[in-house]
């Protein structure tokens, strides 16, 4: 697997977390411990969206800061010819 590969299953894993955290903290808001592991997933998140961003661009149109629009230049990370 390469390096875009890992770097995107990093951010995939996290976001899995993150989305059954939060539907789990729906039913049962009070409990600590979940929102304690929301949190966690919730930085491993944002460094690896960091990680992925910095080394090969945004993954998502709104992450895009740049001159000219390069947004559709080259495979989408989703694309298998991205993770090649």
């Not at 039913?27 to 992925?52: G, S, T, W």
């Not at 947004?71 to 989408?76: I, L, S, Y």
Request: charged share 20%; hydrophobic share 40%.
């Amino acid at each position: 697997m390469s390096d875009m590969a890992n770097l995107l299953r990093n951010v995939q894993t996290a976001e899995f977390a993150l989305v059954e955290a939060n539907l789990f903290l729906d039913m049962h808001p009070a409990d600590q411990n979940a929102l304690d592991y929301f949190r966690k997933y919730q930085q491993i998140y944002e460094k690896a969206v960091e990680a992925y961003t910095t080394a090969y661009g945004p993954l998502t149109a709104m992450q895009y800061t740049g001159g000219r629009w390069k947004w559709t230049d080259g495979p989408f990370p989703w694309e298998q010819a991205a993770n090649a």
